[in-house]
């Protein structure tokens, strides 16, 4: 296949796919509205368009991870208006069903194939391509994509209709709210019964309590810092919203998922919200009366 992709959004996830599908020997063109990160991709060697317009003319496939529902339906309608030859864009934001729906259905209306593809994995993952990517939607455009897919992630599957991938990643993010809370519990109890933090990492982490997200957040928890992060508590604020009002959409009891919400909100509250979520960590410590967690 042509190997020319377009990259809509280069924050965190964005910028790291794009930089990988560049090692992977993909022409990639990229835009964000951010001037500092068009600035940091471009001296990654990713050509910059003017604006998402301009990237879907420069590629036949196009890759968006953007921030707001918002952004994605703007996106949507500007490269639907430009009047181009079908395109194929894959969707990896975190967004509800609702906000997926109605964007695919713009890009369709104009002619172009969308995917729901939300990805399994924190920035750090996206950066050494540890990603898993939860597509749906086209089976056969999803087939064809899986050169993109092996530059950017570690694994790909098919969960069949459009949607099915966004409810997946619901799925997976719930898991990832309570380990995270949970590596936080864990490790403040550590502190108070004076174990070492730094071995108890290391125990843990050789044990069946282990978990991926233990793995990645209580070194941070450990060494007591919760940046730079590798998912702002600002953004994953957004994360929590969607999967409370999915589960809610279908009667569906979470109560370990209700449980961290408070502890998120107390994290946002002592204005951590630029800090990764690891930082939940010094909510609980401080809770516990071990003092508060260290910032930066």
């Known amino acids: 296949m042509d ?6 959004g280069l924050g965190i996830m964005g910028g790291a796919m794009a930089r990988n599908l560049r090692d992977a020997g993909w022409a990639v063109t990229g835009f964000d509205t951010d001037p500092a990160r068009r600035a940091a991709l ?13 990237v879907a003319r420069a590629a036949p496939v196009l890759l968006t991870s953007l921030p707001k529902p918002a952004a994605l339906q ?36 104009a002619g172009h194939v969308v995917l729901d593809c939300p990805l399994s994995g924190t920035g750090a993952q996206a950066e050494r391509r540890d990603l898993v990517v939860y597509a749906s939607g086209d089976r056969e455009a999803i087939a064809r994509l899986a050169p993109l897919f092996e530059g950017l992630a570690r694994a790909t599957h098919d969960l069949g209709a459009y949607g099915n991938g966004t409810r997946m990643k619901f799925v997976a993010n719930l898991l990832v709210a ?20 730094a071995q108890v990492v290391d125990l843990v982490a050789s044990g069946v309590g282990t978990s991926r997200v233990f793995e990645l957040r209580a070194p941070m928890m450990a060494a007591r810092r919760y940046a730079p992060p ?11 919203k969607v999967i409370g009002e999915f589960a809610a959409s279908l009667d569906c009891p979470v109560p370990l998922f209700g449980a961290v919400l408070p ?31 260290q910032g930066g």
């Open 3 to 8: 190997k020319a992709v377009g990259v809509i």
């Open 42 to 54: 471009a001296e990654a060697g990713i050509a910059i368009a003017a604006d998402a317009a301009a």
């Open 74 to 109: 703007a996106t949507a309608a500007a490269i639907a208006a430009a009047g181009l030859p079908p395109r194929t864009l894959v969707e990896t934001s975190t967004f509800t069903l609702e906000d997926k729906l109605a964007a695919g259905a713009i890009l369709r209306a």
């Open 178 to 197: 309570i380990h995270n809370a949970a590596a936080a519990e864990a490790m403040v109890l550590a502190e108070k019964a004076g174990l070492d933090p």
């Open 230 to 240: 590798t998912m702002r508590n600002a953004m994953w604020s957004k994360d929590l």
């Open 263 to 293: 502890l998120h909100a107390a994290v946002l509250a002592e204005g951590r919200g630029g800090e990764d979520t690891a930082a939940i960590h010094a909510v609980l410590a401080r809770m516990a009366g071990i003092g508060e967690g």
